[in-house]
């Protein structure tokens, strides 16, 4: 069976193993230390014990010979040392008592020698007595049978036992220095062997962290390196510890990576747009190979080259204002500038560029938009002459028609009033659809300025609905306005071109004997203006378009109903620009409600303005 440990457990089991020896390598030590304490302890008794039984020895032959002695002799003992004597064998016989009461033996054989102890004091007083009478001399038989008695009981006082057992306390307490030397030995040699082992476990689990940990990390680490530098890395390793699942997952990431780079790659080897890095004084780093198609360059003719030396002349000085300012750390929009190819073709590029502090690198992003700024050449071309070459004939033939309405030159037959104003109608819808795509280029350009002063909005409303009278009426539709008592600042030329779209519109889509209602008031910070019609709607999978150019909620609506489907796009145009919102209520069949605001403060809309302004005007891009 394999077991799979962690490195937490891996780190725990070199900690324990170690510990566990030191912890035996203690016990061990203090096995033989309390041995030692207690032989030790086991002579101090058995000197004790000797000490004790030789001062009773020195005692009884004391008590024998001042008892048994000449006259002096027993005269000194009964008058002076007869009370210490007798007191100090029975100190010595409690104190040997104490000494072996753990040895049953032993202390039976002291319990006997009390016996002998209290016979032998009883004897001695009375012999003390009978030498005090004078009764106690020699040769009498009351002395006699003292003597014998006394006799009796110092053998049982020191017993042959006794001897014995003061002998093998003696042999004991003499091997004491032996035995403690023993225990030194071994305790010398243990923690000699102790040591041995700690060192070699310390080299042990060295070598063990090191080979599975530390020499893993560097591995890890290697990787790391290896990775950064794009060489290939170190196999993968073995195992099942956390550190095996790391590796495991470097090598997942770094093949994850490889696939995402090597897609970064295919991507910026095969865009159609040049992708480049400038150092921070606007030499090329590195180029993608599209720049040979855009700039006429290879990339390797382009590296250590400035982005400057391929711009025109007299944009040089806008290139560098440009980059300076991505340099210091400005959130700069795209810039626009014209390079000058290899084979000498003018480019329009548009860059996209992001300056990295950590790297001093801009990253940049060239698209070729010569063929768009070719196409705004054309449009704005075809919006002259449009302007030029065909409004100015369809004028004079709109003024010739008027005059043969007038009869000028005489009267027309009822087929030829029916021709006429169906070119006057022809003349007069194409007459609108130049006039707003010259209001379209005039915004996209720019050049369609607002004269805005405070109005009463009653007035715009029923001038709007007074300009639209007579198509409601040839519609047989009646336009309703709410009063209102509100000002606004703003254009009102303008803001009555966009209610008059809006009316004219409604008029259109409604039928016969149907209300268009005309209504302001106040939502919040703005002034909301709407225009309610009861005609067939707008499906909701054309509301979101609605206001695009040229949108029609039908096909057919532009031949059926007229119009060039740019009213709309101009009516949010016009809205944004004074810095207001327009939008549709509707659903299909139930009539729609167009609604726009304006900002109630001057302030607030030509901010408004301004930030429409800068974004280039995108209601109408």
Not at 18 to 40: G, K, R, T
Not at 128 to 133: S, T
Not at 403 to 431: N, P
Not at 585 to 611: H, I, N, R, Y
């Amino acid at each position: 069976m394999k077991f799979r440990f962690s490195l937490s457990q891996k780190g725990l089991i070199l900690i324990a193993v170690p510990l566990m020896f030191e912890l035996a390598l203690i016990a061990s030590l203090a096995y033989l230390h309390n041995e030692a304490e207690v032989q030790i302890a086991r002579a101090e008794h058995s000197k004790s014990v000797v000490d004790t039984i030789n001062q009773l020895e020195r005692d009884v032959y004391d008590i024998v010979s001042g008892v048994s002695g000449d006259r002096e002799s027993e005269q000194a003992f009964f008058n002076g040392q007869f009370d210490s004597v007798v007191n100090d064998i029975a100190v010595q016989l409690r104190a040997l008592q104490i000494l072996v009461q753990d040895n049953p033996r032993q202390s039976a054989l002291v319990q006997g020698c009390f016996v002998n102890g209290d016979r032998a004091v009883i004897l001695l007083s009375r012999a003390k007595q009978l030498y005090l009478k004078g009764e106690f001399k020699p040769k009498t038989e009351g002395r006699q049978e003292t003597f014998r008695q006394l006799r009796k009981c110092f053998r049982g006082l020191l017993p042959q036992e006794m001897v014995s057992m003061a002998g093998e306390e003696k042999l004991v307490a003499r091997d004491l220095p032996e035995v403690q030397g023993r225990y030194r030995q071994e305790i010398k040699a243990l923690l000699i062997a102790g040591a041995g082992v700690v060192v070699a476990l310390t080299v042990g689990i060295f070598w063990t962290y090191s080979r599975q940990v530390v020499s893993r990390l560097n591995t890890i680490l290697d990787n790391n390196i290896r990775l950064a530098s794009g060489r290939a890395l170190n196999q993968q390793m073995r195992g099942d510890d956390e550190i095996a699942d790391l590796d495991s997952a470097f090598h997942s990431m770094a093949d994850s990576l490889k696939e995402a780079t090597d897609k970064e790659r295919a991507i910026v080897q095969n865009a159609r747009d040049v992708i480049y890095s400038l150092d921070e004084r606007g030499t090329f780093v590195s180029v993608s190979p599209a720049s040979t198609t855009v700039f006429g360059y290879t990339p390797e003719e382009l590296v250590g080259s400035k982005l400057i030396n391929l711009a025109i002349q007299d944009e040089i000085v806008d290139v560098l204002n440009a980059l300076k300012l991505i340099t210091e750390g400005g959130n700069e929009p795209p810039f626009e500038m014209r390079l000058k190819r290899n084979d000498g073709r003018i480019v329009d590029i548009v860059c996209s560029a992001h300056w990295s502090q950590k790297d001093r690198t801009i990253f940049c992003v060239a698209h070729d938009m010569t063929e768009r700024k070719q196409a705004e050449r054309l449009r704005q071309e075809v919006v002259q002459m449009v302007s030029h070459d065909l409004k100015t004939p369809l004028s004079t033939v709109r003024s010739f028609l008027e005059m043969l309405d007038a009869g000028v030159f005489g009267d027309l037959s009822d087929r030829g009033q029916q021709l006429l104003k169906l070119a006057d109608s022809s003349t007069v819808r194409m007459l609108t659809l130049i006039k707003d795509l010259l209001d379209i280029e005039k915004m996209e350009a720019g050049m369609l300025q607002l004269e805005r002063k405070q109005v009463d909005l009653q007035d715009l409303l029923e001038q709007s609905a007074g300009s639209v009278s007579a198509q409601a009426t040839e519609h047989g539709v009646e336009v309703e306005v709410q009063p209102c008592e509100l000002k606004v600042t703003a254009d009102p030329a303008r803001i009555v071109q966009v209610l008059v779209n809006l009316l004219s519109n409604a008029i259109k889509f409604s039928s016969r004997g149907a209300i268009v209602e005309l209504a302001a008031d106040v939502d919040g910070d703005w002034v909301a203006v709407r225009v309610s019609d009861h005609g067939r709607g707008v499906p909701s999978e054309k509301i979101a378009t609605i206001f695009d150019r040229f949108s029609q909620v039908r096909a057919s609506d532009a031949s059926e109903k007229g119009g060039s489907g740019l009213g709309l796009a101009i009516c949010k145009a016009l809205v944004e620009l004074h810095g207001g919102q327009i939008s549709v209520e509707s659903q299909d069949g139930c009539g729609s409600t167009f609604v726009f605001k304006l900002p109630k403060s001057s302030g607030v809309a030509q901010a408004a303005t301004d930030q429409t302004a800068e974004m280039g005007n995108p209601a109408v891009l």
